[in-house]
């Protein structure tokens, strides 16, 4: 992956190999682990994923005798609730095995031994992640902002809104992937364990506090509602009371709606990310290859 060029004194005479520069090994990983996406038809198949929630949100309504949002944030709202699930999706492609994979199948081997820090490995698959996963949200995002334009005659500026969220919250979402693969033993292990941790347990996590009434304003999954809630107009504040599981009927439990506070949220998810990548380089760079 890593390749050693020879440098030409002035006299015209070969002079000892060198390596290429930090910045350009960071980009030999970025390309390699971006044609391993297309190769194993992971990017491929992401695509599909968003070709098909596209078609399905677009052609529903009509099929089922509804109409169209008149409103463009109203219409785009339809399709940021949908967003938080690509990401899952797409931490789970892009990062839950990027690390062990390269002790898993032994291809750290050939990789460890080249002239190239850890860091430089770990920052050149991370960038290959997230342009992995930016593309997928620009392409997401990009043909529902003009599928409102169209419908509805007017460009939702709180859509690009909730796409800057859903990238900040996608890098918090991959970091942690991230995390996870550097401990974890086993690829499948690791991506089941991504998926599970924010599709199930911070969702898990979140009800709890919010049945005890506390707003669970420190997990990461809370502060992605904001990709939601910010295509409303005026955006939810406080907490809204209603009645949960059980209707009215006696010992009903009253839940407490809560909605993330915008600047609260950012500061979290970019928490998450910077956390949780600079333990993912704490624990790779102590890791060693296992015979």
Avoid: C
């Amino acid at each position: 992956m890593i390749h050693i060029s020879e440098t030409v004194n002035p006299t015209g005479k070969k002079s000892v190999n060198v390596a290429p520069s930090d910045v350009s090994q960071i980009g030999i990983v970025v390309k390699y682990d971006f044609l391993k996406y297309l190769r194993s038809r992971r990017l491929v198949g992401m695509l599909a994923i968003v070709t098909l929630v596209l078609l399905l949100i677009t052609a529903l309504p009509p099929l089922l005798g509804n109409s169209y949002a008149d409103d463009a944030n109203e219409f785009i709202n339809t399709y940021a609730s949908f967003a938080s699930i690509l990401i899952i999706i797409g931490a789970t492609l892009f990062a839950g095995d990027a690390i062990v994979s390269e002790f898993q199948n032994r291809t750290g081997y050939l990789l460890f031994p080249k002239p190239v820090r850890r860091w430089v490995i770990l920052a050149g698959k991370f960038l290959a992640s997230m342009g992995a996963m930016f593309l997928v949200l620009l392409l997401y995002y990009g043909v529902a902002l003009l599928l409102g334009l169209a419908i509805t005659g007017s460009f939702s500026v709180l859509g690009v809104e909730s796409l800057l969220l859903a990238m900040l919250y996608a890098t918090a979402a991959l970091s942690v992937g991230f995390l996870i693969s550097s401990v974890m033993k086993g690829t499948t292990g690791a991506q089941i364990l991504t998926f599970a941790l924010f599709l199930f347990i911070f969702t898990i996590i979140t009800g709890v506090f919010t049945l005890s009434d506390v707003e669970p304003w420190f997990v990461v999954t809370y502060s992605g509602g904001t990709i939601n809630y910010i295509t409303q107009d005026p955006y939810p504040t406080g907490a809204a009371s209603g009645v949960g599981p059980g209707g009215l009927a006696p010992g009903a439990v009253e839940m407490t709606s809560y909605y993330p506070d915008i600047g609260v949220a950012i500061a979290v998810m970019a928490a998450y990310a910077l956390v949780s990548l600079v333990l993912a380089y704490y624990f790779f760079s102590r890791r060693e290859m296992s015979a």
